[in-house]
């Protein structure tokens, strides 16, 4: 079974660009979260979607979206773009949602100049 | 809402010693919790977790964790450490009605020969 897929593994974009990651869940699975991790920061929950549905969101400006398809691929996009936007962007695929069980992709490094 | 906090940042061990990662977590309601290991340049891979039962849980690579409700603590343990130990270690709490994963600060366990 075909683990979680991100891609691009890294990136680096100049400051108010915007920039589009993607996420491939774990075959069946409909429930895709998204996080973002930092050396200050730590990991922080974005939002998560389950069966095309925003279902949560954490604490990030309205720069910071994401959307779902039907077969449940997601993508986040981050609009103008900060320096502080800089991180490891993580998703994290489920059958039901990650408070049963959560696997994680390797990530996409971003890093804003 | 659940908070977690891992007590230490950083814990050096030599080979073959026992380690104990500490790991307190708050919250109002029951909880579910989890630990997480991240390599380097690598998205995080599920240890071991907690939902419920058995208070002890038995993980991948000779880990084990304990439950201890009045204490507040799920605490990771290993009785030998492996250089191959060595990476960044994530407890998390969830909740049966919350997808909103919390992560701990990490604990950066080195393992010196």
């Known amino acids: 079974k075909a683990g979680v897929t991100q891609t691009p593994r890294y990136l680096i974009k100049t400051r108010g660009q915007q920039v589009t990651l993607s996420c491939s869940p774990i075959s069946g699975h409909r429930s895709v979260s998204w996080y973002q991790q930092t050396p200050g920061q730590g990991l922080q929950f974005l939002f998560e979607y389950f069966s095309e549905t925003q279902r949560n969101k954490g604490n990030f400006p309205g720069r910071f979206s994401g959307r779902q398809f039907s077969n449940s691929r997601s993508e986040m996009n981050v609009s103008t773009l900060e320096l502080g936007d800089s991180a490891l962007y993580l998703c994290?695929?489920?059958?039901?949602?990650?408070?049963?069980?959560?696997?994680f992709g390797q990530g996409t490094r971003l890093t804003v100049v | 809402a659940q908070s977690v906090t891992q007590l230490d940042s950083q814990v050096p061990v030599f080979e073959e010693a026992p380690v104990e990662l500490r790991c307190n977590y708050s919250?109002?309601?029951?909880?579910?919790l989890f630990w997480y290991v991240q390599y380097p340049n690598q998205g995080l891979q599920l240890l071991l977790k907690y939902l419920s039962g058995s208070t002890l849980v038995k993980g991948i690579n000779g880990f084990e964790a304990e439950f201890n409700k009045s204490q507040t603590s799920f605490h990771l343990r290993k009785p030998s450490v492996h250089i191959s130990d060595t990476a960044e270690y994530f407890c998390a709490v969830t909740s049966y009605n919350n997808n909103d994963m919390r992560f701990g600060a990490g604990t950066r366990l080195t393992v010196k020969p």
């Open positions: 919250s109002s309601v029951s909880v579910y």
């Open positions: 994290a695929s489920s059958a039901r949602g990650v408070n049963t069980e959560a696997f």
